[in-house]
């Protein structure tokens, strides 16, 4: 078939499926019965169907260049609102809380458990070590840091682990700018094979390690134990899970398996990133009991770790058992 | 074809053609989009000057959020680009062509954090210009592409001219060659059409100038089989 054939036959049909096209998302939805030779929307498939088929007779048969480019751009218009997003992702969210995410940490379970102990092995050591050493703490820590802290954990404070001058939603919404972004960074630098992941890891742990040992030793523990007890569970779950999440990227460029890196990165990209969705909220979250829970001084420190110990307890149980089905 | 043109197979088992984007047009993007955050958080911080730290709360916030979701946002709800790729002419796709939805979209975007490093996202630079679809670290790990919004083609027509059939028997890619330039000649100037033409002087009876260009319009009007 020639190429003025071809156009007296099916251009009129190509217009069709360009008209549908440009009526844009609502119309679509609508349906408008008004015009009835356009395309309805429920033919579009079939419609867009042929024109793939059109459009691959046109490019073997070597018709002209502006022809197939025209062709060319409608099944890209039309490929884009085939197979683009789909609703429901409200429902999603719900099972993704539900079980998705404990489900997709327990598959990681021994990146994980890296992380955690790349997190809380300093962190323990150098609690430790300060307790006997109290100056240890300052080839981590310069003296003035030290100082700003001692400051906000004050026994006289108006409020926990805040300077007078602070104040709740102010810090709140520093700590989800500041925390959310350590997560970031320690996610992001993983994919360097998983070196950024440890780093972060290891220097975090140990900077808060350091801090936490001389606050204690120095005899500020209480207000700062009970300031950190109550966000402590999202927020350190949340780092490691955020190191977690950066060690499987880089571990599937240092082991690919029988895939290609760029396979084995994309691939571990997926679940990275579910934890990464969790670990935000979490994020999120722990800002929250920051910002308004910890500073609170009105209940007495045993009830501060009592609510730790239950956040802790919440926290571990639903990562142990979240999203196991009943039997199995 | 030229070399940014990438072929993606659909299930329909037919390939649409994406032209990749490559850092300068990237960059650029890059740039609008931070003139625009910035805009943004300078006419925030004016507007919550008065309220003190609460300002300085939705200041923070509003930071945080214009860091690192404007880019997702604009990407998944504003059909594939922020307000500085649609300047540019840019669109993410998947690597499949199809747009991309919350997932790929953050993970390209949280890595960001990897791709700035250590300035001026030299890392990104470095990968983009290491493979052949222009990936920064985040677009390999997203698995998405950087191409450019289809313009809307140009739907001028082989202008109709008296068919006449060529005197020597054409291969399918010199006919193609020769339908373009019978599309093309209306959009260039009569000159550089008739400089065109003469190059296959024995194609076009060895004639010259408008002449040239009229005779091989007419083997073009020949070959669509337009009587």
């Known amino acids: 078939m020639k190429q003025a054939a071809f156009e007296a036959r099916y251009l009129h049909e190509i217009e069709r499926f360009e008209k549908w096209l440009d009526l844009g998302r609502r119309k679509w939805r609508r349906n408008d019965t008004a015009d009835r030779a356009a395309l309805q929307t429920g033919d579009v498939p079939a419609a ?34 085939l197979y683009g997003p789909a609703g429901g992702q409200r429902a999603q969210l719900f099972a993704f809380l539900a079980s998705g995410f404990p489900t997709v940490v327990r598959t990681e379970r021994s990146l994980v458990v890296t992380a955690a102990i790349l997190f809380f092995g300093p962190f323990l050591l150098l609690l430790a070590a300060v307790q006997f050493y109290p100056d240890f703490v300052l080839h981590f820590v310069s003296p003035a840091q030290l100082a700003q802290y001692e400051e906000m954990y004050d026994a006289d404070n108006v409020r926990l682990g805040q300077r007078n001058s602070d104040d709740n939603i102010m810090m709140f919404a520093f700590y989800i700018w500041h925390n959310v972004k350590i997560g970031i960074q320690t996610f992001a630098t993983g994919m360097a094979f998983g070196l950024g992941s440890i780093f972060y890891l290891v220097f975090n742990g140990t900077i808060i390690g350091a801090i936490s040992g001389y606050l204690t030793s120095a005899g500020h523990g209480e207000p700062f134990w009970s300031f950190v007890s109550g966000h402590s569970a999202m927020e350190l779950t949340a780092i490691v899970l955020s190191g977690a999440a950066g060690l499987k990227l880089g571990s599937a460029l240092i082991a690919p398996g029988n895939r290609t890196r760029k396979g084995a990165l994309i691939e571990a990209a997926k679940p990275a990133i579910r934890i990464m969705y969790g670990a935000a909220l979490m994020f999120l979250i722990a800002a929250f009991i920051e910002g308004f829970w910890s500073p609170l001084k009105i209940f007495s420190p045993q009830i501060k770790y009592a609510v730790g110990i239950i956040l802790w307890a919440l926290v571990l149980s639903y990562f142990f058992l979240g999203g196991r089905r009943r039997g199995t | 074809m030229l070399d940014t043109a990438r072929r993606v197979a659909t299930p329909e088992g037919i390939e649409i053609t994406l032209r990749v984007a490559g850092p300068v047009p990237r960059a650029l993007a890059y740039l609008l989009d931070l003139v625009i955050r910035i805009v943004i958080m300078v006419a925030i911080s004016i507007s919550v000057a008065m309220l003190g730290r609460f300002g300085l709360a939705v200041f923070l916030l509003s930071a945080f959020l214009l860091e690192w979701l404007y880019p997702v946002v604009f990407e998944v709800l504003g059909s594939g680009a922020t307000p500085g790729k649609r300047a540019m002419g840019l669109i993410v796709l998947n690597d499949d062509g199809t747009p991309i939805r919350w997932p790929a979209s953050l993970t390209r975007n949280l890595l960001r954090a990897l791709d700035f490093l250590p300035f001026m996202y030299f890392i990104g630079y470095c990968s983009m210009v290491a493979n052949r679809d222009f990936k920064r670290l985040g677009d390999l790990a997203a698995n998405t592409l950087v191409v450019y919004r289809e313009q809307k083609p140009t739907t001028a027509r082989i202008p109709e001219a008296d068919p006449v059939a060529p005197l020597l028997p054409l291969s399918l890619s010199e006919q193609r060659t020769l339908l373009d330039f019978a599309e093309r000649s209306a959009r260039i100037t009569p000159d550089r059409a008739a400089e065109l033409a003469e190059i296959i002087s024995p194609l076009a009876a060895e004639q010259n100038g408008p002449a040239a260009v009229q005779h091989i319009v007419g083997i073009a009007n020949h070959l669509v089989g337009r009587r």
């Open chain 1, 48 to 81: 867009y169907r042929h024109l793939c088929q059109l459009m691959a007779l046109a490019r073997d048969r070597q018709y002209s260049p502006d022809l197939v480019d025209r062709l060319n751009h409608l099944v890209l218009r039309g490929h884009h609102v």
